[in-house]
């Protein structure tokens, strides 16, 4: 089975550009969740949705949106890129039974982001 | 608040020893617990994960945890490192009551020497 997918892998942008990243969860997962990774730190949570509306939020400005699609795949996206926005975003997929826990997250491979 | 400390941000070991990597946790309420490898320039894995009964938990490649509630630990061990597991790790809590969201430490890379 394919693993969480997300692209691109790398991208560039300039301060004030916006960004569109996208993910798409292991076959027969509802949740996905979003994280950025600084260099040198670990993940901090962005969002999370399941069955396409938001469980969870972040401590992370209005700047940063996100959706889910009804084939459970996800778009974060970045309004007026910072130099501070440059990080690794990912994606994490998970069963997501809430009431339950959300079950196993399982990351993808990231997208890098660099603003110059 | 709940928060995640990972107590060592490096630890460097020879090849065929022994490693434990700490991580220590606060929170209020019951906890999942997880730990994560991330090899240089890819995503995160799943080592193993603590969501209840048994306290020691047996991951992938070798690797075990051991949930401590009353120290609010969950050390990560390995009896022998061999030189691929070189890579960052990372400690993770998620709460019953808070759904998707983890909590990550710093982060602790593991450098194996031949």
Avoid: M
Avoid at chain 1, 82 to 99: E, M, Q, R, T, W
Avoid at chain 2, 70 to 90: C, G, M, N, W
Wanted: net charge neutral; charged share 15%; aromatic share 12%.
């Amino acid at each position: 089975d394919a693993g969480v997918t997300q692209s691109p892998t790398h991208l560039i942008k300039t301060r004030g550009q916006q960004v569109t990243l996208r993910c798409s969860p292991i076959s027969g997962h509802k949740s996905v969740s979003w994280y950025q990774q600084v260099l040198g730190q670990g993940p901090q949570f962005i969002f999370q949705y399941y069955e396409k509306e938001e469980r969870g939020r972040g401590n992370f400005p209005d700047r940063f949106s996100a959706r889910q699609f009804p084939n459970y795949s996800s778009e974060l996206n970045v309004n007026a890129l910072l130099l501070g926005d440059s990080a690794l975003y990912l994606c994490a997929s998970s069963l997501g039974v809430p009431g339950l826990g959300l079950g196993t997250q399982y990351f993808g491979p990231g997208t890098r982001l660099l603003v110059l | 608040a709940q928060s995640v400390t990972q107590l060592d941000s490096q630890v460097p070991v020879f090849e065929e020893a022994p490693v434990e990597l700490r991580c220590n946790y606060s929170s209020s309420v019951s906890v999942y617990l997880f730990w994560y490898v991330q090899y240089p320039n890819q995503g995160l894995q799943l080592l193993l994960k603590y969501l209840s009964g048994s306290t020691l938990v047996k991951g992938i490649n070798g690797f075990e945890a051991e949930f401590n509630k009353s120290q609010t630990s969950f050390h990560l061990r390995k009896p022998s490192v061999h030189i691929s597991d070189t890579a960052e790790y990372f400690c993770a809590v998620s709460e019953e009551n808070q759904g998707g969201k983890l909590i990550f430490g710093q982060g602790t890379e593991l450098s194996v020497k031949p």
